[in-house]
């Protein structure tokens, strides 16, 4: 079964940028939709960014102008790229294979200063 590893994550300052990484275990992007969600403390999950085989993204209200989601096939690596970072942004973010349903552990974003 395909793997999915994040990293990229860490403490920001407000107004800040980080590049979070999702690495496959296999070449899926051709096949399978590609999400990115968070989990910020006492709050359900919420899925932040989508990419699909054909390259269509879209992205929840909260984040869009802000984060960029994007792919590397040859790399087998999605990139969430979050400027703009808001103490709102602090969250755990996963991503997660759909239709596979495989997630990643996570990593952790936070926001402050």
């Known amino acids: 079964q395909v793997q999915v590893v994040e990293s990229g994550g860490g403490l920001v300052q407000p107004g800040g940028s980080l590049r979070l990484s999702c690495t496959a275990s296999?070449?899926?992007?051709?096949?399978?939709?590609m999400d990115w969600y968070r989990q910020a403390p006492a709050k359900q999950r919420e899925r932040v960014a989508v990419?699909?085989?054909?390259?269509?993204?879209h992205y929840a209200d909260p984040v869009k102008g802000r984060f960029t989601i994007s792919r590397d096939s040859a790399e087998k690596t999605v990139y969430l790229q979050m400027n703009s970072l808001k103490p709102e942004d602090t969250a755990v973010y996963y991503c997660?294979?759909?239709?596979?349903?495989?997630w990643g552990q996570g990593t952790l974003v936070t926001v402050s200063s």
């Open positions: 990419l699909t085989p054909a390259n269509f993204t």
């Open positions: 296999e070449s899926i992007f051709s096949i399978y939709v």
């Open positions: 997660h294979v759909r239709g596979a349903e495989v």
